[in-house]
């Protein structure tokens, strides 16, 4: 158990419907850090918050958002979502978010199923 | 940009035997290195990591050493288990420009009692 909480582990929705990712990092933890798992693209880091902040951006879609609380939890909005969204969401938090020797600790994930 | 070149799979090796997973990776500075690991229907472990030059990171068994001079950090345990059947991924997070980890594509393992 690496202490990074994520919720639901699974969910179903249709296409064109928005949800909201849960996650709660590591105690002590300050960043967070969003990726998607598929099997075509593979693990494709999308976002980063740092302290509340946004620190980094990868490929994320315009249609999908995230914000980090005052208590350091995360959430990721996925909106007009589309078959293709059809993937596996990791979070993963780390304590400084970045330098050489952080490490991120990943959750179980989220397996999301439009249809 | 950066990137982490795994060997393909699946691997498939009787339990006992000797295990490698090859890793290269490209960054445009001095990155740190790390081996996760994926059991099916979990998420990603940390298995290991090294930061600097000829660390060697290891656990459970398993290590690897940062190689500067060749770009690698391959994967190693001399005597897998059954247990160890599993998705295997490389990565790297280079502290000088980005600071989200960029994975190889994974590599399967399966190893047969």
């Known amino acids: 158990d690496s202490g990074v909480t994520q919720t639901p582990k699974h969910l179903i929705t249709a296409t064109g419907q928005r949800v909201t990712l849960r996650c709660s990092p590591r105690?002590?933890?300050?960043?967070v850090y969003w990726y998607q798992q598929s099997l075509d693209q593979g693990l494709q880091f999308l976002i980063q918050?740092?302290?509340?902040?946004?620190?980094a951006k990868g490929n994320i879609l315009e249609r999908f958002s995230a914000q980090q609380f005052p208590d350091l939890h995360s959430e990721l909005n996925l909106s007009s979502l589309e078959l293709g969204d059809s993937v596996l969401y990791f979070c993963?938090?780390?304590?400084?978010?970045?330098?050489?020797?952080?490490?991120?600790?990943f959750g179980p994930g989220t397996r999301l199923t439009v249809l | 940009g950066d990137s982490v070149t795994q060997m393909e799979g699946p691997v498939t090796l009787s339990e006992e035997a000797f295990l490698t997973i090859n890793c290269t990776y490209t960054?445009?500075?001095?990155?740190?290195l790390f081996w996760y690991v994926q059991y099916p229907g979990e998420g990603l472990q940390l298995l290991l990591k090294?930061?600097?030059?000829?660390d060697k990171g290891s656990n459970k068994g398993f290590e690897a050493t940062y190689r500067k001079e060749t770009t690698s950090f391959h994967l190693e345990k001399g005597s897998v288990q059954v247990s160890d059947s599993a998705v295997y991924f490389c990565?790297?997070?280079?502290?000088?420009?980005?600071?989200?980890?960029?994975f190889g594509s994974g590599t399967q393992l399966t190893v047969l009692p």
């Open positions: 993963a938090s780390s304590v400084q978010g970045g330098g050489r020797t952080d490490t991120q600790y």
């Open positions: 105690s002590g933890d300050l960043s």
């Open positions: 918050y740092y302290n509340g902040e946004e620190r």
């Open positions: 960054a445009t500075g001095y990155p740190s």
């Open positions: 090294a930061t600097k030059a000829d």
């Open positions: 990565a790297l997070s280079d502290p000088g420009s980005a600071r989200q980890l960029t």
